[in-house]
């Protein structure tokens, strides 16, 4: 059973409005190499307002020279 059933959790929403998935978790392929990505991947219009789509606590904010900008809360 599903983590979020279980716990009869909904799935939570976007941190931004008008943002899109274009990289989800699970197993992606980019340039032919199978990965494992643990989160996913938002775009959206340049200065959108990022929100957290779940409680939690801010533990990083800033850029990764293989992310690009992040915001992660645990």
Do not use: C, T
């Amino acid at each position: 059973m599903p983590v979020l059933a279980r716990y009869n959790l909904s799935p939570p929403a976007l941190p931004l409005e008008g943002g899109e998935v274009f990289r989800p978790f699970g197993i992606i392929e980019i340039e032919g190499q199978k990965y494992f990505h643990r989160g996913i991947d938002i775009k959206a219009p340049a200065r959108s307002p990022v929100r957290a789509a779940w409680g939690g606590q801010v533990i990083r904010v800033g850029e990764d020279p293989l992310l690009g900008k992040v915001v992660e809360i645990d």
